[in-house]
């Protein structure tokens, strides 16, 4: 019988940070089957530390992954810490470091200097490139309905995580308003679609067909613009300045789910760096017809426990097969080799 994996879940750094990769219920299958699990202290994520300890975790204060042992594979979501310098672990978790974006190379650096390796969560696919764990239908469905409260002027700052019936309830208490889905046809798409419908609108939905000749006019005749497309090389944009400064455009909100900022794949090139939870909303165009972006990099997180249990469970049963041999985590090995290469330029695909 192959060995089974140690993971290390670590504490998530950012403030408003509060989902987990991996839920009690989910963990405590793992365990039965072998695997060996430590969770970080953390008072932040929506999951007691409780729950962990009754599936059967170990506990390790808040940031001690630093000192864990060579074997200990670091499970996580979102950005690391600054330091140490040197990452001698192999850490799972989105990098965001593939395609050129900001602070990408030092990011590889660190690991290729300490002998870790990232396996990105965005790059571990089946043998047809399809992901196989992703939070894309609730940010997806976030976002929109983000754009849509603040199209009516009900979007409360700064934002605060709730629940989807606490979601929905704000969403069902207005009207009005057109919208155009982006990649209506993915993950994130799907969800988008779903929050408007919740909303009340009939959304205009575009997948592939509809952007390869792209219809401008029909674009800026929206209301409310959700792109929810993942390009892993460069297209011609979706939006560009010129199309915010043209006199007949309707489109008011700009929901860039994808948040593909600093980076040459970026399909809304109008921005250059994204929102966040204190100020969601970026003022794009001023006078009579404004134009704002939201673009906020950890959507799910506003309604962390439904989006973390819907993460585990596709994640939890790829952990259950974490060694070099399984083909999903080979592939991500290889793109991160490929990628922290010192001759690697442009982006990395999908694949």
């Not at 069902?172 to 308003?177: R, Y």
């Not at 575009?206 to 090389?233: F, P, S």
Request: glycine content about 8%; proline content about 7%; aromatic content about 6%.
């Amino acid at each position: 019988m192959p060995e089974m994996p140690r993971l290390w879940m670590r504490h998530e750094t950012r403030a408003s940070e509060r989902r987990a990769p991996l839920v009690p219920e989910d963990a405590a299958k793992l365990v039965e089957q072998g695997v060996e699990i430590t969770v970080e202290e953390s008072a932040q994520r929506a999951f007691p530390l409780a729950d962990y300890v009754a599936a059967g975790c170990r506990t390790a204060p808040a940031g001690s992954w630093q000192e864990a042992p060579d074997d200990q594979y670091v499970l996580g979501l979102k950005e690391l810490p600054g330091r140490p310098d040197r990452l001698r672990h192999r850490h799972i978790f989105f990098g965001h470091a593939y395609k050129g974006q900001v602070g990408a190379a030092e990011l590889l650096g660190r690991f290729t200097s300490g002998g870790g390796a990232l396996l990105d969560l965005e790059y571990l696919t089946d043998d047809d490139g399809r992901r196989l764990a992703a939070f894309g239908y609730w940010a997806g469905y976030v976002g929109a309905a983000l754009a849509v409260l603040h199209h009516r002027g009900r979007l409360e700052t700064p934002l605060r995580p709730t629940d989807r019936p606490g979601l929905d309830a704000l969403l069902a208490s207005g009207e009005g308003g057109t919208a155009l889905v982006i990649g209506a046809l993915g993950r994130s798409g799907r969800g988008a679609c779903d929050a408007l419908e919740t909303a009340g609108i009939a959304p205009t939905r575009w997948d592939v067909a509809e952007t390869r000749t792209l219809d401008r006019a029909a674009l800026l005749g929206h209301d409310i613009v959700v792109n929810t497309v993942l390009t892993t090389c460069p297209v011609p944009p979706f939006v560009t300045h010129a199309d915010l400064d043209a006199p007949d455009r309707r489109t008011a909100v700009l929901s860039d789910v994808t948040c593909d900022v600093t980076s040459d794949c970026n399909v809304l090139p109008v921005y250059d760096e994204v929102t966040t939870w204190e100020r969601p909303v970026l003022r794009l165009r001023d006078g009579d017809r404004p134009a704002d972006l939201i673009a906020i990099d950890n959507l799910p997180s506003l309604l962390p426990a439904e989006s973390s249990r819907a993460f585990s469970a596709e994640l939890a049963p790829q952990l259950a097969r974490l060694t070099d041999s399984d083909p999903a985590w080979a592939r991500c090995l290889r793109t991160f080799e490929a990628a922290a290469r010192p001759d690697h330029t442009g982006s990395t695909h999908v694949r």
